[in-house]
């Protein structure tokens, strides 16, 4: 197994990627084919889909879903999740953990034009920051197309840290009912490449949002990898318990 590339406060262009363990590989890449045809399955046969914004919302569940593909293969390779964001040699924030899985998101020629030494709004990466990734993109949102409404949990006690990378087996609560990536409202959608994710603040506000991309509700992934659909009534004390990794008390999920 390579170490982790993005251990250390400067990151380097040249990070080698491995296959690492073919086994695990193969499962994750399925489950992302899978993913897939359930979504053509969805688009191809209207009499299924109720309405435009029921497939619209299907598409973006997938999206969470390949987005969680992706983590657990970057995981399966260097032993850890990634960091929120890389830094360089004096802190500044380089690079969100959107670009360092890539690579196992079939965007292995756009990683590779990437200049990881360099901020992600630097001149050198202009390229790669217009690029539109589809996965990146719910269709139900306004605003630009470079834009992304899926942000990491990064709080203190949540699944990502700013700067570190780490590691499941620190997750001891329930994967399946402790958040990773959410869905936020328009208004809070940033670059793509940007190195701003979600805090406690903003994934508590959420449900009282007005500009969901989702009239109900927002999509989310959690640590196991499973997507989830949270509805507008969920509770600031549920949202809170899903956003901790440690000193849960299940009961509070339990209640819903």
Same mark, same amino acid.
């Given at each position: 197994m390579d170490s982790n590339p993005y251990e250390?406060?400067?990151?380097?262009?040249d990070a080698n990627i491995r296959s690492g363990s073919p086994g695990k590989r193969l499962f994750f890449t399925m489950l992302a084919?899978?993913?897939?045809?359930?979504?053509?399955?969805?688009?191809?046969?209207?009499?299924m889909r109720p309405s435009r914004e029921a497939g619209r919302r299907a598409q973006c569940w997938n999206n969470l879903r390949q987005i969680a593909v992706g983590l657990h293969l970057y995981e399966q390779e260097y032993g850890a999740l990634p960091p929120a964001y890389t830094v360089d040699a004096e802190g500044q924030p380089l690079h969100s953990w959107r670009t360092l899985i890539l690579p196992f998101?079939?965007?292995?020629?756009?990683y590779g034009v990437i200049d990881l030494t360099k901020p992600w709004d630097d001149p050198v990466n202009k390229k790669a920051r217009d690029a539109i990734l589809p996965t990146y993109l719910c269709l139900s949102k306004d605003g630009s197309m470079e834009q992304t409404t899926y942000l990491a949990i990064v709080t203190?006690?949540?699944?990502f840290l700013p700067t570190e990378s780490r590691k499941l087996s620190d997750i001891t609560d329930d994967h399946a009912k402790t958040l990773m990536v959410v869905e936020v409202?328009?208004?809070? !959608?940033?670059?793509?490449?940007?190195? &701003? /994710?979600?805090?406690?603040?903003?994934i508590l506000s959420l449900t009282s949002s007005k500009s969901l991309s989702h009239a109900s509700g927002m999509n989310?992934?959690?640590?196991? !990898?499973?997507?989830s659909f949270l509805? &507008? /009534?969920?509770?600031?004390?549920?949202?809170?318990?899903?956003i901790s990794i440690a000193g849960r008390d299940d009961e509070t999920l339990d209640e819903d």
């Amino acid at each position: 197994m390579d170490s982790n590339p993005y251990e250390s406060p400067a990151s380097s262009n040249d990070a080698n990627i491995r296959s690492g363990s073919p086994g695990k590989r193969l499962f994750f890449t399925m489950l992302a084919v899978l993913g897939g045809l359930g979504l053509l399955v969805a688009l191809l046969l209207p009499a299924m889909r109720p309405s435009r914004e029921a497939g619209r919302r299907a598409q973006c569940w997938n999206n969470l879903r390949q987005i969680a593909v992706g983590l657990h293969l970057y995981e399966q390779e260097y032993g850890a999740l990634p960091p929120a964001y890389t830094v360089d040699a004096e802190g500044q924030p380089l690079h969100s953990w959107r670009t360092l899985i890539l690579p196992f998101m079939e965007q292995k020629a756009l990683y590779g034009v990437i200049d990881l030494t360099k901020p992600w709004d630097d001149p050198v990466n202009k390229k790669a920051r217009d690029a539109i990734l589809p996965t990146y993109l719910c269709l139900s949102k306004d605003g630009s197309m470079e834009q992304t409404t899926y942000l990491a949990i990064v709080t203190p006690g949540g699944c990502f840290l700013p700067t570190e990378s780490r590691k499941l087996s620190d997750i001891t609560d329930d994967h399946a009912k402790t958040l990773m990536v959410v869905e936020v409202d328009a208004k809070h !959608g940033v670059p793509w490449m940007s190195p &701003t /994710d979600a805090d406690e603040e903003l994934i508590l506000s959420l449900t009282s949002s007005k500009s969901l991309s989702h009239a109900s509700g927002m999509n989310a992934v959690f640590v196991d !990898g499973h997507g989830s659909f949270l509805d &507008t /009534d969920t509770t600031a004390s549920h949202l809170r318990a899903m956003i901790s990794i440690a000193g849960r008390d299940d009961e509070t999920l339990d209640e819903d």
